[in-house]
Every structure is written in structure tokens, then in C-alpha cells.
């Protein structure tokens, strides 16, 4: 097979559902365009020979059996949601290219000696509910269902309502014991060049209800796309100068500034100016009853 042309067509494909008139890719978690999404990955993995399930919440996997080791299984994948007017790489780049490279790797070796299996997660962005994680948290039997039961988009619509209109539900959660590796080809920020991105709190550790980070942009460098999250945010400015757009007005920004952006806020940066790049560290709230 060719990898390029082979990557190059499954990214086209899957980027036309959900294709956004105004840019980018909406697809959220349960909406029509997401199960399309999922529909069509399972279409790749069957057409190359993989058994194919969804699990109870959507989570799409698809396997190939190991001739000496089968109970033991090699994973790769990544999500399949985006952001409101997302890029085409982050996520559903990584589910594709988890895809392909097994497709090559049975192609040119056989039938591996472990099982392989490609997972298509159903969420990690939280742009549609207020929850995040929700795929990686059934997979790995930490979901609280209980947290998600009553919480709405911003349309009103219900997350229980919603998952079960697509044909899913709540499922016993349980840990998978057979996993011996798991390799994630993530892009993160796509199109976003001369930009560094710091941590301070771990995302998925329920113990914290905040993510805090800084964000690092040379001079003409900025978000690949604006960005749209249901969390509330609050950024400080440490350095440099630059241009901020807040619910789609662009505003001067510079060192010392406070920003404030509401939930559901349209929001991206580009710096301007000499010498010190745009930097400001930055806070969204997580892992929060929506209800508290």
C-alpha cells in the first residue's frame, strides 16, 4: 500500500463530515456528523479486515487477532470529536494514522504476533456538555455516570437524551487487564507554528477542578483556528503584545492585561510587536458538577 495517498484519503473523507461553512470541523459528541464519523471509521477498519464493536457509550474499536499471543493486545487510536470550527488533525489525524499504520503493518508482515487494535474514542474535548473525557473514562472504568445524568448542551439538550438517541447508553464500568501497550499519535494545536504550551496541573486527575498552563506565542505566531470550549477561562498576561478575540471582537492585549472569557466564548490570540513573545498563563475550570 501507499501510505501517503492512503492517509491523504481517509483525511479528506472524514473531514467532510462535519465540514463547517464558516471553517474548520464541528462534530460534538452525539451529534448526527459524530456517529457518521464513527460509522465511517468502522467502514475503513471492516474493509481491512478487522472485527469491528462499539462499546456501550460509543467508544469504536476494531482488532486484528495475534497468531502466538492474542490475549495480549498492542492499542493505538485516538478521538474522533472536535472543537466548534476545530482543525482536521487533531484527534481524528490520530485514529486515522493508528489505522493505517496496522493496515501496513498486516500488509507488508502478516498476522501479528499480538493482537492489534485501533480504538476511535468517542470524546476528549468537552465542546459540546459540560464534561470532558468522556471515551478514555469508560475505557479505562472510571466514569461516574451520575456526573453526566442531568447536565445539558447549550441548546438544552439532554446528554442522556442525546446518547440514547444515537443508540448508546450507560455501561457497567470495568478495566481491561490485556493491554500491553498503548501509542497515541496526538496533534495538538494544529498549524499552530513558534508556539509553546506548559502544564502545571494533570487534566485527567479528578483531584484538581482547574487546568492551569501558560501559552507562548513568537512574534506572528497564533491559534490555528478560534477556539470554542464550554469551560469559563481566565488568562493573565506575562509578556509582550498582541491581538485577542473575545466572542468574535478583536481587542489590543499587552503585559499586565486580565482576560476574562465566559463559557461557550469564542476566543484566539496572535502576537504582535518586538523583542519578548505573547505569553499568559492561563486557567479553565474542570471536573466540576455543572450543578455546584
Known sequence: MELAPTVKRRLDQLSSIGSDPTGGLTRLLYSDEWLTAQKYVQEEMTAMG??????????????????????EMVMTGSHI????????????FGVLASLTAVEYLKEKYGQPKRSLEVISMAEEEGSRFPTVFWGSKNFVGIADNEEVKDIKDGQGKGF???????GFDFQEQTRRDDIVAFVEEHIEYEGMKDVLLWDFLPTDDLGFDMNVHILSFEQGASHAYVETHYQEHGAYLISGQGMHNLDNEWYPVEKGDYLFMGSYSPQAAYAVGRGEPLAYVYSKDANRDPEI
Open 81 to 92: 470529536d472536535t472543537v466548534v470550527n476545530g482543525g482536521n488533525l487533531d484527534g481524528q
Open 50 to 71: 478487522m472485527t469491528t464493536k462499539f462499546d456501550g457509550v460509543g467508544n469504536l474499536f476494531g482488532r486484528i487477532e495475534g497468531k502466538e499471543l492474542p490475549n
Open 160 to 166: 442522556v437524551d442525546e446518547m440514547r438517541r444515537q
